[in-house]
């Protein structure tokens, strides 16, 4: 059973930056591919960027690519998405998720744990 808890949403300003923790337990779950999702009302949620574990190879929306960065610190099983150049299409909750068993980096249902989602709301 892995563990996943975010923090570091909230508001922003359009061309603002925000980065969102995940933490995750074990401290073996380090060793396991971690993406984060977002959401918004009505829709599904969609990949938005990925670490895979052992090859630390990344995966990023096409949306977001160049603005968000992926990131790992193993030492304190936290992942991190730094969020740059903020724009109001960015908003949505949030979420972690870790252990990737089968299918592309984006493939929600592939993934075994979740967080609980951290909301992220850009104004214009």
């Known amino acids: 059973q892995v563990q996943l808890v975010e923090s570091g949403g909230g508001s922003a300003q359009a061309g603002g930056s925000l980065t969102l923790s995940c933490t995750a337990s074990?401290?073996?779950?380090?060793?396991?591919?971690l993406a984060w999702f977002r959401q918004t009302p009505g829709a599904e949620r969609e990949g938005v960027a990925a670490i895979y574990g052992g090859s630390g190879a990344t995966f990023y929306h096409h949306s977001v690519r160049g603005r968000f960065s992926i990131s790992r610190d193993y030492a304190k099983n936290t992942a991190f998405l730094q969020m740059n150049s903020l724009k109001p299409e960015d908003s949505g909750l949030y979420y972690c998720?870790?252990?990737?068993?089968?299918?592309?980096?984006?493939?929600?249902?592939?993934?075994?744990?979740w967080g609980q989602g951290t909301q992220v709301t850009v104004s214009s």
């Open positions: 074990p401290s073996s779950s380090s060793e396991l591919s």
């Open positions: 998720a870790i252990d990737k068993r089968f299918g592309d980096w984006d493939t929600a249902r592939a993934y075994m744990y």
